[in-house]
Protein backbone atom coordinates (compact mmCIF):
# COMPACT_ATOMS: atom_id res chain seq x y z
CA UNK A 1 0.00 0.00 0.00
CA UNK A 2 0.99 3.40 -0.89
CA UNK A 3 1.79 5.48 2.72
CA UNK A 4 1.86 9.06 2.69
CA UNK A 5 2.54 10.70 5.94
CA UNK A 6 3.02 14.53 7.41
CA UNK A 7 5.00 15.84 10.11
CA UNK A 8 1.99 17.25 12.45
CA UNK A 9 -1.88 16.59 11.87
CA UNK A 10 -2.52 19.92 14.15
CA UNK A 11 -0.40 23.04 13.79
CA UNK A 12 -0.52 26.53 15.73
CA UNK A 13 1.44 29.39 14.80
CA UNK A 14 1.70 33.04 15.20
CA UNK A 15 1.57 35.49 12.39
CA UNK A 16 5.00 36.24 11.25
CA UNK A 17 6.67 32.74 12.04
CA UNK A 18 8.60 30.55 9.21
CA UNK A 19 6.41 27.14 9.12
CA UNK A 20 7.92 23.97 7.91
CA UNK A 21 5.23 21.29 7.10
CA UNK A 22 7.00 18.40 5.87
CA UNK A 23 5.52 15.44 3.85
CA UNK A 24 7.15 11.47 3.22
CA UNK A 25 5.58 8.92 0.96
CA UNK A 26 7.49 5.50 1.05
CA UNK A 27 6.76 4.24 -2.75
CA UNK A 28 9.82 5.74 -4.81
CA UNK A 29 6.86 8.42 -6.68
CA UNK A 30 8.42 10.94 -8.45
CA UNK A 31 5.39 13.42 -8.17
CA UNK A 32 4.84 14.99 -5.81
CA UNK A 33 1.90 17.69 -4.44
CA UNK A 34 0.54 20.37 -2.07
CA UNK A 35 -2.89 21.73 -1.85
CA UNK A 36 -4.92 23.45 0.85
CA UNK A 37 -8.20 22.58 1.70
CA UNK A 38 -10.81 25.40 2.58
CA UNK A 39 -14.85 25.52 2.92
CA UNK A 40 -16.51 26.74 -0.04
CA UNK A 41 -12.95 26.73 -2.42
CA UNK A 42 -12.41 22.90 -2.46
CA UNK A 43 -8.88 21.92 -2.68
CA UNK A 44 -6.28 24.40 -4.61
CA UNK A 45 -3.08 22.86 -5.84
CA UNK A 46 -0.37 25.09 -4.05
CA UNK A 47 2.89 23.51 -5.90
CA UNK A 48 4.25 19.97 -6.92
CA UNK A 49 7.45 18.90 -7.84
CA UNK A 50 7.85 15.78 -10.55
CA UNK A 51 11.27 15.57 -9.41
CA UNK A 52 14.08 15.79 -7.12
CA UNK A 53 14.88 20.10 -6.88
CA UNK A 54 12.53 19.98 -9.33
CA UNK A 55 9.26 22.02 -8.42
CA UNK A 56 6.33 23.89 -10.51
CA UNK A 57 3.86 26.51 -9.07
CA UNK A 58 0.50 25.38 -8.95
CA UNK A 59 -2.85 28.23 -9.02
CA UNK A 60 -1.87 29.70 -5.53
CA UNK A 61 2.06 29.71 -5.00
CA UNK A 62 1.86 33.14 -3.35
CA UNK A 63 3.20 33.18 0.17
CA UNK A 64 4.55 29.80 -0.05
CA UNK A 65 8.08 27.82 -1.02
CA UNK A 66 8.92 24.50 -1.33
CA UNK A 67 11.90 22.44 -0.91
CA UNK A 68 12.66 18.70 -2.46
CA UNK A 69 15.98 17.77 -2.00
CA UNK A 70 15.22 14.06 -1.63
CA UNK A 71 12.66 12.05 -3.77
CA UNK A 72 10.73 10.69 -0.64
CA UNK A 73 10.34 14.14 0.79
CA UNK A 74 8.38 17.37 -0.21
CA UNK A 75 8.58 20.10 2.21
CA UNK A 76 6.47 23.06 1.91
CA UNK A 77 7.17 26.50 3.78
CA UNK A 78 5.51 29.31 5.24
CA UNK A 79 8.23 31.87 4.93
CA UNK A 80 5.89 34.50 7.16
CA UNK A 81 2.58 32.42 8.78
CA UNK A 82 -0.36 34.99 8.07
CA UNK A 83 -3.78 34.59 9.50
CA UNK A 84 -5.18 33.56 5.85
CA UNK A 85 -2.75 31.13 5.58
CA UNK A 86 -4.90 28.89 8.14
CA UNK A 87 -5.92 25.79 6.20
CA UNK A 88 -5.94 22.14 5.61
CA UNK A 89 -2.76 21.37 4.13
CA UNK A 90 -3.28 17.77 2.01
CA UNK A 91 -0.02 16.01 0.56
CA UNK A 92 -0.36 13.73 -2.21
CA UNK A 93 2.31 11.31 -4.14
CA UNK A 94 1.20 10.20 -7.60
CA UNK A 95 1.62 6.36 -8.55
CA UNK A 96 0.27 3.54 -9.86
CA UNK A 97 -4.08 3.12 -9.10
CA UNK A 98 -4.86 0.17 -7.10
CA UNK A 99 -2.52 -2.24 -9.08
CA UNK A 100 -3.37 -1.03 -12.80
CA UNK A 101 -1.22 0.09 -15.54
CA UNK A 102 -2.22 3.78 -14.63
CA UNK A 103 0.30 5.66 -13.05
CA UNK A 104 -1.73 9.18 -12.39
CA UNK A 105 -3.85 8.08 -9.37
CA UNK A 106 -2.82 10.69 -6.20
CA UNK A 107 -2.65 9.11 -2.85
CA UNK A 108 -3.22 11.81 -0.07
CA UNK A 109 -1.36 12.14 3.24
CA UNK A 110 -3.85 12.49 6.56
CA UNK A 111 -3.38 16.44 6.42
CA UNK A 112 -2.22 19.28 8.63
CA UNK A 113 -4.75 21.28 10.10
CA UNK A 114 -2.80 24.92 10.55
CA UNK A 115 -3.64 27.68 12.45
CA UNK A 116 -2.19 31.08 12.22
CA UNK A 117 -2.71 33.19 15.47
CA UNK B 1 -9.66 27.63 -16.86
CA UNK B 2 -10.09 24.27 -16.54
CA UNK B 3 -13.25 23.74 -14.64
CA UNK B 4 -14.82 20.54 -12.58
CA UNK B 5 -18.22 21.48 -11.59
CA UNK B 6 -20.55 19.35 -8.82
CA UNK B 7 -23.36 20.26 -6.86
CA UNK B 8 -22.59 21.19 -3.38
CA UNK B 9 -25.27 19.22 -1.94
CA UNK B 10 -26.31 18.16 0.35
CA UNK B 11 -27.62 14.78 -1.38
CA UNK B 12 -29.84 13.03 0.84
CA UNK B 13 -31.03 9.64 0.29
CA UNK B 14 -32.51 6.60 2.55
CA UNK B 15 -30.42 3.84 3.54
CA UNK B 16 -30.24 0.89 0.65
CA UNK B 17 -31.43 3.61 -2.08
CA UNK B 18 -29.19 3.71 -4.79
CA UNK B 19 -27.00 7.45 -4.63
CA UNK B 20 -26.10 9.04 -7.62
CA UNK B 21 -23.49 11.49 -7.90
CA UNK B 22 -22.78 13.63 -10.68
CA UNK B 23 -19.59 15.55 -12.36
CA UNK B 24 -18.90 17.91 -15.23
CA UNK B 25 -15.66 19.15 -16.80
CA UNK B 26 -14.47 21.84 -19.34
CA UNK B 27 -11.82 20.18 -20.35
CA UNK B 28 -11.82 18.12 -23.27
CA UNK B 29 -8.46 17.14 -23.44
CA UNK B 30 -9.42 15.14 -19.85
CA UNK B 31 -8.25 11.48 -20.32
CA UNK B 32 -8.53 10.40 -17.17
CA UNK B 33 -11.71 10.51 -13.91
CA UNK B 34 -11.43 9.69 -10.08
CA UNK B 35 -13.94 9.82 -7.46
CA UNK B 36 -12.58 10.78 -3.80
CA UNK B 37 -14.69 9.91 -0.63
CA UNK B 38 -13.95 12.49 2.17
CA UNK B 39 -14.80 12.09 5.53
CA UNK B 40 -15.29 15.29 7.56
CA UNK B 41 -11.77 15.85 9.07
CA UNK B 42 -10.02 13.47 7.14
CA UNK B 43 -8.14 13.36 3.90
CA UNK B 44 -9.61 12.10 0.40
CA UNK B 45 -9.20 8.60 -0.24
CA UNK B 46 -9.50 7.18 -3.89
CA UNK B 47 -12.22 4.91 -4.17
CA UNK B 48 -12.78 4.80 -8.34
CA UNK B 49 -11.22 5.68 -11.22
CA UNK B 50 -12.37 5.44 -15.01
CA UNK B 51 -10.60 5.98 -18.09
CA UNK B 52 -12.81 4.77 -20.91
CA UNK B 53 -16.33 5.44 -22.26
CA UNK B 54 -19.20 3.38 -20.40
CA UNK B 55 -19.87 1.91 -16.82
CA UNK B 56 -16.94 0.59 -14.37
CA UNK B 57 -18.38 -1.55 -11.50
CA UNK B 58 -16.26 -2.39 -7.76
CA UNK B 59 -18.75 -3.68 -5.37
CA UNK B 60 -21.77 -1.17 -4.76
CA UNK B 61 -19.47 1.67 -6.49
CA UNK B 62 -20.09 2.13 -10.21
CA UNK B 63 -18.80 5.03 -12.20
CA UNK B 64 -20.13 6.00 -15.09
CA UNK B 65 -18.34 8.13 -18.03
CA UNK B 66 -19.18 10.19 -21.08
CA UNK B 67 -16.66 11.84 -22.92
CA UNK B 68 -18.56 13.36 -25.54
CA UNK B 69 -21.23 14.91 -23.23
CA UNK B 70 -17.88 15.86 -20.73
CA UNK B 71 -19.94 13.85 -17.96
CA UNK B 72 -18.33 11.41 -15.11
CA UNK B 73 -21.23 10.15 -12.38
CA UNK B 74 -20.63 7.79 -9.16
CA UNK B 75 -23.66 5.47 -8.07
CA UNK B 76 -23.34 3.94 -4.99
CA UNK B 77 -25.67 1.50 -4.61
CA UNK B 78 -27.74 -0.30 -1.33
CA UNK B 79 -26.18 3.28 0.35
CA UNK B 80 -25.26 3.03 4.16
CA UNK B 81 -24.65 5.21 6.41
CA UNK B 82 -21.25 4.81 6.57
CA UNK B 83 -21.23 6.19 2.77
CA UNK B 84 -22.23 9.51 4.50
CA UNK B 85 -19.26 12.26 3.22
CA UNK B 86 -17.87 14.16 0.61
CA UNK B 87 -17.54 12.92 -2.69
CA UNK B 88 -14.61 14.94 -5.09
CA UNK B 89 -14.52 14.46 -8.51
CA UNK B 90 -11.04 14.67 -10.19
CA UNK B 91 -9.86 14.97 -13.55
CA UNK B 92 -6.59 14.97 -15.42
CA UNK B 93 -5.70 16.17 -18.75
CA UNK B 94 -2.73 14.75 -20.95
CA UNK B 95 -0.80 17.17 -20.20
CA UNK B 96 0.55 17.77 -16.99
CA UNK B 97 0.77 15.92 -13.46
CA UNK B 98 -1.79 17.85 -11.43
CA UNK B 99 -5.71 16.86 -11.16
CA UNK B 100 -8.15 19.19 -11.43
CA UNK B 101 -10.80 18.76 -8.38
CA UNK B 102 -14.33 19.48 -7.99
CA UNK B 103 -15.93 21.27 -5.00
CA UNK B 104 -17.79 18.01 -3.87
CA UNK B 105 -20.62 16.67 -3.16
CA UNK B 106 -22.35 16.56 0.39
CA UNK B 107 -24.15 13.07 0.37
CA UNK B 108 -26.02 12.20 3.62
CA UNK B 109 -27.59 8.39 3.82
CA UNK B 110 -30.46 8.63 6.55
CA UNK B 111 -31.04 5.54 8.11
Known amino acids: DVKVTQSSRYLVKRTGEKVFLECVQDMDHENMFWYRQDPGLGLRLIYF???????EKGDIPEGYSVSREKKERFSLILESASTNQTSMYLCASLGSAMGGASTDTQYFGPGTRLTVL | QKEVEQNSGPLSVPEGAIASLNCTYSDRGSQSFFWYRQYSGKSPELIMFIYSNGDKEDGRFTAQLNKASQYVSLLIRDSQPSDSATYLCAVKSNSGYALNFGKGTSLLVTP
Open chain 1, 49 to 55: SYDVKMK
